[in-house]
């Protein structure tokens, strides 16, 4: 069951160089979880308890779980990642048995980074959600603040969550020895467009008129994630086109077919 649930993996490869337009939020990632993890001396000398947990907020696909994992490579920290929507299991006491699991697997393998994603799954306000009226959704909640309570002792492990709906949240959560620092990571402006467009494209062969400075003001609104895949959008009409160079024209062919697709779909559902 641990394995279904939980995704370990225990050299991470992303950096924050493959981040864009996020240097303020690596920043206090850096300080809250890095920090800690390299120099727990230091906070002892200072007398002070490093933040407990650290929660990412923000819309889809901006780059919370790339963060994450950043820290986890930085750090040569075992990452382990577990979806809050995995925690709420249909049988009686599962889910508190999922979080325990989920402790004592970063504890056999610390220093390590324990990442929650869709933390609303389990503590959005009973008001909110049909399933978090639920009591075992409240005793999945109520498991891991108890082990977020005694895991300080327990060495090298960090916690982080994220999550797209942070009105949604039980503030019981975000009070101080739980999810205690709050990261906004919001979508990109038109500098972290123009970073994360240069970051996908960087191994594609482009031709030199491709103007990124352009191309991040037409993305008005995009997040990371589909700034990601006009990268390769643009590179599939270049093929189609028996092309080997990405041309300013497939940018322009990827982002007609992302926006008629959107109108056809119907808008991206916006939680946040
Ligand atoms: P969700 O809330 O949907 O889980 P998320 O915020 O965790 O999303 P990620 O999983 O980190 O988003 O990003 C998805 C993909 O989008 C990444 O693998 C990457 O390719 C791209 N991406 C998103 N944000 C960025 C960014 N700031 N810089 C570079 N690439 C990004």
Redesign the pocket.
């Known amino acids: 069951a641990r394995a279904q649930a939980m995704e370990v993996d225990e050299s991470p490869e992303?950096t924050y160089d493959?981040?864009?337009?996020?240097e303020a939020q690596i920043q206090e990632v850096r300080e809250a979880v890095e920090e800690p993890l390299v120099n727990a001396e230091q906070f002892d000398e200072v007398g002070i308890d490093p933040p407990s947990g650290v929660l990412?907020h923000?819309?889809?696909?901006?780059?919370?779980?790339?963060?994450?994992?950043a820290v986890a490579n930085e750090t040569d920290a075992t990452f382990i990642k577990m979806a809050g929507s995995e925690l709420v299991r249909k049988f009686i006491g599962e889910g508190s048995r999922l979080v325990r699991d989920l402790f004592e697997l970063a504890s056999e393998r610390e220093p390590a980074i324990i990442f929650i994603?869709?933390i609303d799954a389990v503590a959005a306000k009973r008001t909110e959600s049909k399933t978090s009226g639920d009591a075992e959704v409240q005793r999945t909640m109520m498991q891991l603040l108890s082990e977020m309570d005694g895991f300080e002792d327990r060495g090298e492990i960090r916690i982080i969550a994220?999550?797209?709906r942070f009105d949604m949240l039980d503030r019981a959560i975000l009070r101080p020895g739980r999810f205690d620092r709050l990261i906004e990571?919001p979508e990109?402006d038109a500098e972290?467009r123009r970073?994360?467009l240069e970051?996908?494209t960087q191994d594609m062969s482009l031709a030199d008129e491709v103007d990124f400075e352009h191309l991040a003001a037409e993305t008005d609104g995009f997040?990371?994630?589909?700034?990601?895949?006009l990268a390769t959008e643009a590179g599939m009409f270049a093929i189609r086109d028996g092309r080997t160079d990405v041309r300013t024209e497939d940018f322009e062919e990827a982002l007609e077919k992302i926006e008629e697709g959107d109108q056809t779909e119907g808008q991206p559902v916006a939680f946040y």
């Open positions: 992303v493959d981040i864009g337009g996020l990412l923000g819309p889809p696909g901006t780059g919370k779980t790339m963060l994450a994992r994603d869709e994220a999550t797209n990571v990109p972290g970073r994360i970051i996908h997040s990371g994630a589909e700034l990601a895949s």
